[in-house]
């Protein structure tokens, strides 16, 4: 197929969210990413967060972090290319150890991430002798080596209440482990890491969001605080993986 005629195919998918004079910006780009990408036997893996033209444009493969790793390994493609944070690229070389593996900004990290070393582990470790510790899949690889047990915010709980003990450290999220800790009889130490994105709401958000749209179904992922959460109709991960 044309490349030109593709992206102008590919409109159809974000019109609604992006202006003609902008598709036309990125229309070229999207084209020459297209013929790289076949070119280079790669495949490009975008986290739900990725902007339209990303998501609908160029990516094949669209998702959480870890459903994106676990899906590049289906594939056959030489290259993957991780259109996301840090550790989302890590993830995906740690499941793909054969393939090639880039980010395309290495700037783009995680506050999450980043709140929290190996080095902090092991003081933990220290601190709290003989109990478990629990790591949420949004950390470096680093720290998931000096962790017992991975989880993700969709397992977390199944997790925590898994390993038959009264007692757990849950790194690094301090909302998610908050979260957890209200839904279990286990208890939970929690690390003051956060999302620089899910911090930023509160509960008077979510209160002005109800009283200007009466009936309005509110979702809150459990980075959210646990304020949040509680004004919340439904919190879940932002991909089911029970």
């Given at each position: 197929m044309n490349a030109s005629l593709q992206a102008a195919q590919?409109?159809?998918?974000v019109k609604s969210v992006i202006l003609p004079a902008e598709w036309s910006e990125f229309a070229p780009d999207v084209d020459a990413i297209l013929a790289l990408k076949r070119e280079k036997n790669a495949v490009i893996l975008a986290h739900n967060y990725q902007t339209p033209e990303i998501f609908h444009g160029v990516a094949d493969i669209v998702g959480d972090s870890l459903a994106l790793a676990r899906e590049a390994m289906k594939t056959d493609a030489e290259v993957i290319v991780l259109a996301g944070v840090h550790f989302m690229a890590e993830t995906a070389k740690l499941l793909n150890p054969s393939r090639t593996v880039l980010i395309p900004d290495l700037r783009a990290g995680c506050s999450l991430a980043e709140s929290i070393t190996a080095e902090d582990v092991r003081l933990l470790r220290q601190r709290w002798p003989g109990v478990p510790i629990v790591t949420y899949v949004n950390t470096s690889a680093a720290v998931k080596a000096e962790s017992d047990i991975c989880c993700t915010s969709g397992n977390a709980k199944k997790i925590v209440e898994s390993l038959g003990v009264p007692k757990v450290i849950m790194l690094p999220d301090e909302y998610l482990a908050q979260n957890i800790a209200r839904e279990t009889d286990v208890e939970v130490i929690t690390w003051a890491g956060h999302c620089e994105?899910?911090?930023?709401?509160?509960?008077?958000d979510v209160r002005q969001?109800?009283?200007?749209?009466?009936?309005?179904v509110v979702l809150a992922h459990p980075e959210c605080p646990p304020e949040v959460v509680g004004e919340a109709d439904f919190s879940a991960t932002t991909f089911f993986d029970f």
């Amino acid at each position: 197929m044309n490349a030109s005629l593709q992206a102008a195919q590919l409109y159809d998918r974000v019109k609604s969210v992006i202006l003609p004079a902008e598709w036309s910006e990125f229309a070229p780009d999207v084209d020459a990413i297209l013929a790289l990408k076949r070119e280079k036997n790669a495949v490009i893996l975008a986290h739900n967060y990725q902007t339209p033209e990303i998501f609908h444009g160029v990516a094949d493969i669209v998702g959480d972090s870890l459903a994106l790793a676990r899906e590049a390994m289906k594939t056959d493609a030489e290259v993957i290319v991780l259109a996301g944070v840090h550790f989302m690229a890590e993830t995906a070389k740690l499941l793909n150890p054969s393939r090639t593996v880039l980010i395309p900004d290495l700037r783009a990290g995680c506050s999450l991430a980043e709140s929290i070393t190996a080095e902090d582990v092991r003081l933990l470790r220290q601190r709290w002798p003989g109990v478990p510790i629990v790591t949420y899949v949004n950390t470096s690889a680093a720290v998931k080596a000096e962790s017992d047990i991975c989880c993700t915010s969709g397992n977390a709980k199944k997790i925590v209440e898994s390993l038959g003990v009264p007692k757990v450290i849950m790194l690094p999220d301090e909302y998610l482990a908050q979260n957890i800790a209200r839904e279990t009889d286990v208890e939970v130490i929690t690390w003051a890491g956060h999302c620089e994105v899910h911090e930023r709401f509160s509960a008077s958000d979510v209160r002005q969001v109800r009283a200007g749209h009466p009936g309005v179904v509110v979702l809150a992922h459990p980075e959210c605080p646990p304020e949040v959460v509680g004004e919340a109709d439904f919190s879940a991960t932002t991909f089911f993986d029970f």
